[in-house]
C-alpha cells in the first residue's frame, strides 16, 4: 500500500519535452485554422471585378458591381473591348479626331507668325468667277466667315474650360459647299501672278481645299461637338465607365488607340460626354 493513500492511475506524470512540442504545435494548428476563416471573410468571390473593390479612409461604402465606387483622383485606363462612358469633362484632348463640320466664323493663327514656315493655301476656289488660289503667309490671323465650314481630316483636338482648340497638322481639308470672306491680307492667283488683297470673297465647291503648313490652329467656345477617329483619347472629369464587367467610376480615363465616338453637349450641369470606345481586346 502506498504510503499517501493514492491510486498509481490518479496521479499525472510530468510532460516530457517531446510531449510539450507535440501539444504546442497543435494549438498553432488550431489557432492559425481559426485566423484564416477570419482572414477568409474579407476575400473576393471569384467573379468579383477588381474595380469593384475599394479600401482606405476615402474609398466610401458600397464596392459591389451594381454600385461601383472608386477613390478619388483614380487614374484609370479604359478597359479593353467595347465601353461606354457618361458623366461631364473638365478636359479633353483627342489625337486623330475628325469633326463632321467645323462652322466658321473661324480666326486661325499660328505660334510664330510670318516667319515663312507656316500658313495656308486654298486651292480650287472661284474668285469673281474664276479659278483662283490663295495663300496665307500667317503674318496676321486668317480671319474666315461665310455660309459653311471645314470638313476636317484627322485633327488634334483640346477642351478645356476656355473652348475647343483644334490643331489642323499638316494635312489638307475641304471647304463645305457655300460662299466666304477672308478678311485677311492674302495672295491670290487666277491668272499670272498672284495679286495681293487685304481681303477676298470666294465660292467653295467639292473640290475647294486649304492645306496648313505650321502648327496653326483655331479655337472656338464650348457647344455641340462630335469627336469620332481611330486615335486616342484622355480626360478629366467625373465618369461613369460601362463594360460587359459593370459599371465603374473614374475621374480620369485613358484610351486608344483605337475607334471612338466622342460627343460633347454644354448644358447646365457643364460639358457632358458621352462616348463609346472599342479598343481591341
Do not use: C
Not at 37 to 51: F, I, R, S, Y
Not at 118 to 134: F, K
Not at 233 to 252: C, R
Request: glycine fraction near 14%; avoid cysteine; proline fraction near 6%.
Amino acid at each position: 500500500m502506498r504510503r499517501d493513500g493514492g491510486s498509481p492511475r490518479s496521479r499525472r506524470r510530468p510532460l516530457t519535452l517531446a510531449q510539450k512540442a507535440v501539444a504546442t504545435a497543435a494549438v498553432l494548428v488550431l489557432f492559425a485554422g481559426t485566423m484564416l476563416t477570419v482572414v477568409g471573410t474579407g476575400l473576393l468571390e471569384a467573379d468579383q471585378p477588381l474595380d469593384d473593390v475599394t479600401s482606405g479612409p476615402e474609398a466610401g461604402v458600397g464596392g459591389g458591381v451594381d454600385d461601383p465606387v472608386v477613390q478619388p483622383n483614380a487614374s484609370t485606363t479604359v478597359p479593353q473591348g467595347r465601353s461606354e462612358v457618361n458623366g461631364t469633362v473638365t478636359t479633353l484632348t483627342a489625337v486623330d479626331a475628325t469633326v463632321a463640320l467645323l462652322p466658321t466664323p473661324l480666326t486661325i493663327a499660328v505660334a510664330e507668325p510670318g516667319l515663312g514656315r507656316s500658313g495656308a493655301v486654298i486651292r480650287n476656289a472661284i474668285v469673281e468667277g474664276e479659278p483662283a488660289t490663295i495663300q496665307w503667309d500667317s503674318g496676321r490671323p486668317l480671319v474666315l466667315g461665310g455660309s459653311g465650314g471645314l470638313v476636317l481630316a484627322p485633327v488634334r483636338v483640346v477642351v478645356d474650360g476656355e473652348g475647343t482648340a483644334v490643331s489642323f497638322g499638316d494635312r489638307t481639308h475641304r471647304f463645305a459647299a457655300g460662299d466666304y470672306r477672308i478678311d485677311t491680307p492674302v495672295a491670290v492667283g487666277t491668272s499670272g501672278l498672284a495679286q495681293p488683297l487685304d481681303a477676298v470673297d470666294l465660292t467653295a465647291t467639292a473640290d475647294t481645299t486649304i492645306t496648313f503648313a505650321g502648327d496653326a490652329s483655331t479655337r472656338v467656345g464650348h457647344g455641340s461637338l462630335t469627336l469620332t477617329g481611330t486615335g486616342t483619347v484622355t480626360a478629366d472629369g467625373s465618369f461613369a465607365v460601362t463594360t460587359k464587367e459593370g459599371k465603374t467610376l473614374m475621374n480620369h480615363i485613358e484610351f486608344g488607340p483605337g475607334p471612338f465616338e466622342v460627343g460633347l453637349t454644354l448644358g447646365a450641369g457643364g460639358l457632358a460626354i458621352a462616348a463609346t470606345f472599342n479598343e481591341a481586346g
